[in-house]
């Protein structure tokens, strides 16, 4: 690689660190940038569960919308898991599949590629991921272009690592907006359960069978439902008052 392109790749990835792309829009950066820095023809990028010690696809090249988020290897599998496991980068120049390491996944096209290069992704010396590039004819790493991916993946490790934070506390506070959404939605039944016990001299489970069948009957949410039986009584109440 002509080092003016080195010096562009360098730009770009000080330009990354220092925006706030999401996960998705980072690993896009990624590729985009191993496919500068190597000239493949396939980029895989992995990302750890930590929760179950796998591996997870979640962004290449050669489109794999079906397999995005599903395909998965545990921590030691396949190169790409030994990558993982050692945090080590492995350089096969041809015959990729004869590696005693090598997992075949059906219907990644990659792995009937000759050259495979894997590299880790870390973050303060913890793995976020795995980097995978392949070449369809045998093809010799350089000490360059390896040296490239290695620094492409500390220094994106860190920013993949902050948008993973990100993206994780994200979901952590729609987890409790959508809680406390339930929470208000059993206390609008329990009070409007109540108001039909009452009103119809019926049992608890009655009105809540009154209230479940009428909200399909008129396909409409139970809160709802609820809101407006609460309403109609509050008005009632009021008019009586009055």
């Excluded at 793995?127 to 590039?133: Q, S």
Aim: with cysteine.
């Amino acid at each position: 690689m002509a080092s003016s392109e080195s010096v562009s790749i360098f730009h770009r990835i000080s330009n990354i660190v220092s925006s706030d792309l999401s996960l998705d829009e980072m690993l896009g950066e990624v590729i985009g940038l191993t496919v500068q820095a190597t000239g493949c023809d396939a980029c895989l990028v992995y990302l750890i569960d930590h929760e179950s010690n796998e591996v997870v696809l979640r962004a290449s090249q050669v489109p794999h919308v079906t397999d995005l988020g599903m395909l998965r290897m545990k921590v030691g599998e396949g190169v790409t898991g030994w990558v993982a496991e050692h945090k080590s980068v492995v350089a096969l120049s041809s015959n990729a599949a004869q590696d005693a390491r090598f997992k075949r996944f059906q219907g990644l096209i990659e792995d009937t590629y000759q050259a495979f290069l894997s590299v880790p992704l870390v973050s303060g010396g913890e793995l976020i991921g795995v980097v995978n590039v392949h070449h369809r004819e045998s093809h010799e790493h350089t000490t360059e272009e390896t040296g490239i991916l290695v620094f492409i993946g500390e220094q994106l490790g860190v920013t993949i690592s902050k948008s993973l934070l990100t993206e994780e506390n994200a979901r952590l506070l729609e987890e409790t907006q959508e809680m406390k959404r339930e929470l208000q939605t059993r206390k609008l039944v329990e009070r409007a359960k109540g108001i039909l016990q009452q009103r119809h001299g019926i049992t608890e489970e009655e009105a809540y069978l009154r209230l479940r069948n009428q909200s399909r009957r008129l396909r409409r949410p139970m809160k709802e439902l609820a809101e407006a039986i609460i309403l109609s009584e509050d008005l009632n109440r009021e008019e009586q008052t009055n």
